[in-house]
């Protein structure tokens, strides 16, 4: 395999800021000085994972990572890993220069951790990725993050300096197991041995946003599997991402529990783009579906659907190019978010400004990002 780790080898997605920013965008990214206000970004997430300025104040330590090397078992000062297992209590970490890091093993994320790229272009590929284990009010933004690879069991230094032993890894991206409170933002990701984001085991109170999603068979899986009865609480909100080009399915795949998709572009699918099993409700809303050309024009699949128990609703979307939507069920599939969690949502109409700028962005100094 080819090492694609190489500062400005890939032009993210929209790397100029758009004159019409989504809900998330509008909260900070008009801010000439967000770098000395880093923590402002924690007061924008919306959606599920609702507001995560539990993750700010006076208690955080401030974590610069300084060195792309990774020890999995004995992580030096200044990597990544040691920022996320070895500093305690809440954490802020940020980056000080472009680099590339190639994980050993999984990176364990954990509660009340936030991951900012902003600035830099940061990359995590070639190896391993990253875990959110049995964690809460987490922060993962501005990465580029592809290339993930299974990796086999073994030991890995842990949150509060624990060693853990994991078992086999299928090679995600971004995998949470029992996690909540779990914001996901403007990230890259990309061609991936298994999937780019799995939401699994119990995870609920997420909420994934701005991202670009390219080049991937299966993008998002949300449920761990069908006989898995606890992720019938799961809630998901999907916002704002651009999914595309040379995405085949999942996005998402949702079982037994509830997704909100929202405001997303999607260039295309193969298979299909939003799809289920075991009686999930997804809220289809202002959406911009561009069928493919050739090939399936539907936008859903159900795996072993019996009727009024599904709820696949579409509000509001836009199909482009020969597109189409078959709702299920009876009786809508409404969010009912907290006021820490509702935001606007804007016409479908908009999409294509809304999602220009999804990814990692470019943040040049002295200005805005």
Not at 81 to 97: E, N, V
Not at 176 to 190: C, E, G, P, Q, R
Request: proline share 5%.
């Amino acid at each position: 395999m080819a090492i694609l780790c190489i500062p400005n080898a890939i032009v993210a997605h929209g790397s100029e800021p758009s004159k019409a920013m989504n809900a998330i965008d509008k909260c900070w990214r008009g801010n000439p000085h967000w770098r000395r206000n880093r923590q402002q970004l924690a007061t924008c997430s919306v959606g599920f994972a609702g507001k995560l300025t539990t993750n700010i104040g006076r208690a955080v330590t401030r974590y610069q990572v300084t060195d792309p090397t990774d020890d999995a078992l004995n992580p030096k000062p200044g990597t990544l890993r040691y920022g996320t297992t070895i500093i305690t209590g809440k954490k802020w970490i940020t980056f000080k220069r472009d680099m590339c890091i190639k994980l050993q093993k999984p990176l364990l994320i954990g509660s009340f951790t936030t991951i900012d790229g902003r600035g830099p272009r940061v990359e995590i590929g070639d190896g391993a990725c990253l875990l959110v284990y049995k964690a809460s009010n987490v922060i993962i933004h501005g990465l580029r993050i592809h290339h993930c690879q299974p990796q086999g069991p073994g030991l890995v230094m842990g949150p509060d300096s624990k060693h853990l032993q994991l078992g086999p890894v299928d090679g995600d991206a971004i995998r949470l197991v029992s996690a909540s409170k779990v914001w996901i933002d403007h990230n890259t990701l990309y061609k991936c041995t298994d999937g780019l984001i799995d939401v699994t085991r119990g995870s609920t109170d997420i909420t994934i946003s701005n991202n670009w999603f390219r080049s991937q068979d299966k993008v998002m899986l949300l449920g761990h599997d069908d006989e898995y009865w606890r992720d019938k609480n799961m809630k998901v909100t999907v916002a704002f991402n651009y999914f595309g080009p040379n995405c085949n399915q999942r996005m998402p795949r949702v079982r037994h529990g509830y997704a909100h998709v929202v405001n997303n572009l999607y260039q295309g699918w193969e298979q299909y783009a939003i799809g289920g099993s075991m009686n999930p409700s997804i809220k289809s809303e202002a959406n911009y579906f561009i069928a493919p050309e050739s090939g399936n024009k539907e936008v859903t699949w159900r795996q072993n659907s019996y009727g009024i128990s599904w709820k696949f609703f579409s509000v509001g979307d836009v199909f482009a190019n020969g597109a189409s939507f078959t709702q299920t069920g009876r009786g809508g599939a409404k969010p009912n978010y907290t006021s820490q969690q509702g935001f606007q949502v804007a016409a479908a109409t908009s999409v294509r400004l809304l999602t220009s700028s999804a990814g990692a962005l470019r943040c040049p100094r002295r200005s805005t990002c």
